[in-house]
C-alpha cells in the first residue's frame, strides 16, 4: 500500500526557512514523478516543484513564483522528497500537500501548513 506523510510545517517570520519532509513508502519514489502543491485559503491548489529521475539523474522544475527559494530534493536511502524553502515571504502561507504520482493514480499526503508571519 503506497502512502505520502508530509512532516515539518510550522510558523515561521518572513525571511526565514522551513524544510518539509515527505516520506514515501509502498513504492519506489525514484521511479515516479513526485510534485509539492500548496493551496492557500480561498484558492486553487497549485504546483510549487517538481522531481522526476531519469537514470542517475534527477530533474527539477519549479514554479516562478518560488524559484531561487525553493528546492526540491530527494533521499533515496531514506526514500523521502524535501521542500527546502528560504526566504520566505507570507504569500507562502499555505496548505503544502506532496503528491506521487504513479502511473494512473495520485497519492497524496495529508497536507501540512506553513504559516509565514510578517
Known amino acids: 500500500q503506497v502512502q505520502v506523510v508530509e512532516s515539518g510545517g510550522g510558523l515561521v517570520q518572513a525571511g526565514g526557512s522551513l524544510k518539509l519532509s515527505c516520506a514515501i513508502s509502498?513504492?519506489?519514489?525514484?521511479?515516479?514523478?513526485v510534485r509539492w502543491y500548496r493551496q492557500a485559503p480561498g484558492k486553487e491548489r497549485v504546483v510549487v516543484a517538481a522531481?522526476?529521475?531519469?537514470?542517475?539523474?534527477?530533474?527539477?522544475s519549479y514554479a516562478d513564483s518560488v524559484k531561487g527559494r525553493f528546492t526540491i530534493s530527494r533521499d533515496d536511502a531514506k526514500d523521502t522528497v524535501y521542500l527546502q524553502m528560504n526566504g520566505l515571504k507570507p504569500e507562502d502561507t499555505a496548505v503544502y500537500y506532496c503528491?506521487?504520482?504513479?502511473?494512473?493514480?495520485?497519492?497524496w499526503g495529508q497536507g501540512i501548513q506553513v504559516t509565514v508571519s510578517s
Open positions: 503528491n506521487l504520482a504513479v502511473t494512473g493514480t495520485d497519492y
Open positions: 509502498g513504492t519506489s519514489s525514484r521511479s515516479h514523478f
Open positions: 522531481l522526476v529521475s531519469r537514470g542517475t539523474s534527477d530533474y527539477q
